[in-house]
T-cell receptor, first 114, second 110 residues
């Protein structure tokens, strides 16, 4: 399978739940990203991984915990979220270290926190 | 913080009409990308422009990068319902980091 695949596509969770989002790419890219997309706001970069190492954390609350076991897989572990965390969470990949040649995005996980 | 402003925020037109959307910043970018995002999907890269004044064409879509590399425009000729979506621009700085605009939502009515 080519491209960037995200699962699940939709997730509803309570504020006390723990869940994980998964992202997988088979493009040979070495950089992976988590973005948050909320209504009427620009895409917000959350985390960046280059060659499995986290290189950027944009002041994201600790209730979001990323994990990158290898260059092809990226997870976002969620716990004790708030309703305002409801959004579309997008995973993306690119050639290592730069978005100069553009991102390849997954279809996203639509998260609703109740 | 580099900011990108896109205009208009919303655009609703009839099939066959032409349109232009804009992406403006006070910052200089090393390159600029345009993406289209359809409902329920992630953004898809349409084009990257690198040189000031550069014009790129993708079928009915024409992209231009400003001479000073601070702004860009996307022109669509004879819009079709399939062009409906959210159009996002993203400026890339010298460090290879991207800043996204807040998007233009285009609706093309049949």
């Amino acid at each position: 399978e080519t491209g960037v695949t995200q699962t699940p596509r939709h997730l509803v969770m309570g504020m006390t739940n723990k869940k994980s989002l998964k992202c997988e790419q088979h493009l040979g890219h070495n950089a992976m990203y988590w973005y948050k997309q909320s209504a009427k706001k620009p895409l917000e970069l959350m985390f960046v991984y280059n060659f499995k190492e986290q290189t950027e954390n944009n002041s994201v609350p600790s209730r979001f915990s990323p994990e990158c076991p290898n260059s092809s897989h990226l997870f976002l572990h969620l716990h004790t979220l708030q309703p305002e965390d409801s959004a579309l969470y997008l995973c993306a990949s690119s050639t290592a270290g730069t978005s100069e040649y553009g991102y390849t995005f997954g279809s996203g996980t639509r998260l609703t926190v109740v | 913080t580099q900011l990108l402003e896109q205009s208009p925020q919303f655009l609703s037109i009839q099939e066959g009409e032409n349109l232009t959307v804009y992406c403006n910043s006070s910052s200089v970018f090393s390159s600029l990308q345009w993406y289209r995002q359809e409902p329920g999907e992630g953004p898809v890269l349409l084009v990257t422009v690198v040189t000031g004044g550069e014009v790129k064409k993708l079928k009915r879509l024409t992209f231009q990068f400003g001479d000073a590399r601070k702004d860009s425009s996307l022109h669509i000729t004879a819009a079709q319902p399939g062009d409906t979506g959210l159009y996002l621009c993203a400026g890339v700085n010298n460090a290879g980091k991207s800043t996204f605009g807040d998007g233009t939502t285009l609706t093309v009515k049949p």
